[in-house]
């Protein structure tokens, strides 16, 4: 998928992570001049690509998201500290942290007078009230306020969604916002304690089929639900998204809810192998229930994600398989 005109330079900050590489990727194979941005050592990213400018800095300052910015007519900002459920719950006050990095590029990009300006956002954005069962309505971009958010990172992505509007109402920043459910997929980080739910899944059913375990560990009682995207839609998304007129928050997501034993299942059957549970009931679980509802992206795009679980899952568990026994991930 191209864009309708020929770009200078686009920036990709947050480049060293799961989808900022499968971002990075994709414009890479449309020939744009890609400078990709992260904090972390280059080492450390999940992908990285001799095609594009790789950089390694922090953000989180006025000057170094100038310089980044400077030269590239498109940004495309994916930088935040987060992590699976796990993560988020102990590590509030660093997800917060985040809005550093969102306060300071979206400055730059006015200064800048960039093209156009992507947030990516989340479904943890969403009031908690509303997922508190395992039968929940699936979630209408509406449904944002009044604001109750996940504590910590969701409050800080819905601040910095209001970063993005009120610089397009200011500033005449052309900014797009894409809420993301739960994305997974190959490339994606897998152990280490800030991997989503299927990564994690993937790793203990892989880690059981290797030892010949018959079970493994799951963190409560396996009946919350959630709808997951693998990462290929959620690109397609991002890029529909940057090349449209829709400036308001919109959810990329999959309305395919399942429960976490519906994962397993998912994940066994493709592994071949049969595991009983051992719930942790003490462990972090997030909201009982979470879904996408993709009424205004079907009709302000014209798509939606089309990856059933199964087919995202499969190429998920075999590359998550294989990086057993390495413990890195090769870039």
């Known amino acids: 998928m191209g864009y309708g005109r020929r770009l200078v330079k686009v920036l990709v900050a947050g480049a060293g992570g799961f989808i900022g590489g499968h971002l990075v990727a994709s414009l890479l194979a449309d020939g744009v001049d890609v400078r ?7 080492v450390e990213w999940l992908q990285c690509f001799a095609d594009a400018e790789n950089v390694t800095v922090d953000l989180d300052s006025a000057s170094t998201s100038a310089a980044a910015v400077a030269g590239c007519d498109r940004v495309f900002n994916l930088a935040c500290d987060m992590g699976g459920m796990g993560f988020i719950e102990l590590n509030k006050a660093l997800c917060m942290r985040s809005v550093l990095t969102n306060t300071h590029l979206i400055a730059a990009a006015v200064d800048a007078e960039v093209d156009r300006y ?16 395992t039968a929940p309505v699936a979630l ?9 958010p996940e504590d910590g990172y ?7 969604e209001r970063m993005c509007r009120h610089h397009a109402e200011d500033f005449g920043l052309d900014v797009r916002i894409a809420r993301f459910h739960s994305v997974y997929g190959p490339h994606c980080t897998w152990q280490g304690g800030r991997e989503k739910v299927p990564a994690a899944i993937c790793r203990k059913v892989a880690e059981a089929a290797a030892d010949g375990v018959d079970e493994i560990e799951v963190w ?3 009946e919350q639900r959630r709808s997951f995207l693998y990462v290929d839609d959620a690109i397609v998304g991002v890029r529909r998204l940057m090349d449209s007129e829709v400036s308001d928050p919109i959810n990329i997501g999959s309305a ?3 429960s976490i034993n519906d994962l397993i299942d998912t994940v066994s059957a493709v592994a071949g192998v049969a595991l009983a549970r051992r719930h942790d009931l003490s462990a972090p679980q997030g909201v009982r229930g979470r ?8 009709e302000r795009l014209g798509w939606e994600p089309t990856t059933t679980l199964r087919e995202g899952i ?5 590359w998550v398989a294989a990086q057993l026994g390495t413990g890195t991930v090769e870039p």
Do not use: H, I
Not at 36 to 42: E, G, N, S
Not at 154 to 160: M, V
Not at 291 to 298: F, G, H, I
């Open 36 to 42: 990709a941005v992260d904090r972390k050592p280059r």
């Open 118 to 133: 992507f947030f990516a956002s989340t479904a943890c954005v969403y009031p908690q009230s509303r997922q508190d069962t």
């Open 140 to 148: 209408c971009e509406d449904d944002a306020y009044p604001a109750d």
């Open 154 to 160: 969701g409050w800080e992505k819905l601040f910095s």
């Open 220 to 222: 409560g009682d396996g």
């Open 256 to 258: 395919e809810m399942v």
């Open 291 to 298: 879904s996408s509802d993709n009424t205004m992206v079907r």
């Open 314 to 318: 499969e190429p998920t568990y075999r």
